[in-house]
Nanobody
C-alpha cells in the first residue's frame, strides 16, 4: 500500500517562502515520477510541478522561476520549495505518485495519470 505523507505549509506573507515535503512509502520511490498539484476553493485541481524518475523537472508557467521541485531518493521524499509567494498561490497543495507508464510533460500535468495522492496541506499567502 502506497502512502504519501505531506508536511509543511502554513500562513506566510506575500514575498515569503515555504517548503513542502512529501514522504513516500510502499513503492520503489526512485522508479516513479512525482508531482505537486494545488486546488483553491471553487477551482479545479491544477498542476504545479513534477519530477521524473530521472530527476528532470517540469513546472506550470505560473510558478516557473519561483518554485523548485526536488527529490531525495535516499529518503523517499519529494520537496517543493516555494519562494516569492503571491496571494494567488493560496490553495491546498497535494503531492502525488504517477503511474509507471507516465512520461513527459503531457502526462505529468494530468491529475488522472497520478495513482496515489497524499493528504493536502494548506498554503495561505496574505497580501
Amino acid at each position: 500500500q502506497v502512502q504519501l505523507v505531506v508536511s509543511g505549509g502554513g500562513l506566510v506573507q506575500a514575498g515569503g517562502s515555504l517548503r513542502l515535503s512529501c514522504a513516500a512509502s510502499g513503492r520503489t520511490f526512485r522508479n516513479y515520477a512525482m508531482g505537486w498539484f494545488r486546488q483553491a476553493p471553487g477551482k479545479e485541481r491544477e498542476f504545479v510541478a513534477a519530477t521524473s524518475s530521472g530527476s528532470s523537472t517540469f513546472y506550470a508557467d505560473s510558478v516557473k522561476g519561483r518554485f523548485t521541485i526536488s527529490r531525495e531518493n535516499a529518503k523517499n521524499t519529494v520537496y517543493l520549495q516555494m519562494n516569492s509567494l503571491k496571494p494567488e498561490d493560496t490553495a491546498g497543495y497535494y503531492c502525488a505518485l504517477a503511474g509507471s507508464y507516465c512520461s513527459g510533460y503531457g502526462c505529468y500535468v494530468r491529475p488522472q495519470d497520478y495513482h496515489y495522492w497524499g493528504q493536502g496541506t494548506q498554503v495561505t499567502v496574505s497580501s
